[in-house]
């Protein structure tokens, strides 16, 4: 029972840093925060901090590594359904997730708190939908669908940012059917022979 307690403790002081430096994002650039406002946001000590994280960057590190752990598991759990339920499922999943975690997950799509967090996630979601994209474009070759991919990815990230910026512009069954929509088109494109069209 003691063990228990003792995670449920960490696990709460671990989302209280994640929430309030999310928060301090909103208002600086990573540079200008400071573990002294990061605990002072938190009502936390330092030890409690440092007893944790190495550093800011070290926690950054840590919240991140969550989210893509959580969007892998989406994609494994969702697999078995077949295409083009398990894509509908793992876009809605997704979803799911950044809205659960908005402001982080906005904390962590601006470059100069993570660097990595949008590839990373893009090269999650690349390899999954490669799989039915190679199904339906045999002929097609990987870099080709790296080229499509990359247009496709940075407009579903930045509709999907837009959305978590403004919460009351669009409705979340809106944001699921549009972003479905980007990708259930990169799998299959409306129009894949351009030959009539490239001379």
């Known amino acids: 029972m003691a063990a228990t307690k003792e995670y449920s403790c960490v696990k709460r002081t671990k989302k209280a840093f994640e929430l309030s430096l999310a928060q301090l994002a909103k208002e600086h650039p990573l ?112 870099e080709m669908y790296d080229a499509y991919y990359a247009f496709i990815s940075n407009g579903f990230y930045g509709t999907l940012k837009f959305w978590i910026e403004n919460p009351d512009a669009i409705t979340k069954r809106e944001i699921t059917r549009l972003t479905y929509m980007l990708v259930k088109r990169l799998i299959i494109p409306g129009d894949p022979d351009l030959k009539a069209y490239i001379k």
């Open 31 to 142: 540079n200008k925060v400071t573990v002294k406002m990061l605990c002072e946001k938190a009502q936390l000590s330092r030890n409690a901090f440092y007893f944790h994280y190495k550093d800011i960057n070290n926690l950054i590190e840590e919240i991140e590594n969550s989210l893509i752990d959580e969007a892998i598991k989406l994609t494994e759990e969702f697999e078995k359904l077949g295409f083009p339920e398990n894509v509908l499922a793992t876009v809605t999943g997704l979803i799911e997730l950044f809205d659960e975690r908005r402001d982080t997950a906005l904390m962590l799509m601006d470059k100069a708190y993570s660097v990595s967090f949008t590839d990373r996630l893009g090269e999650i979601f690349g390899e999954f939908n490669y799989k039915y994209y190679s199904l339906y474009n045999k002929n097609v070759k990987r």
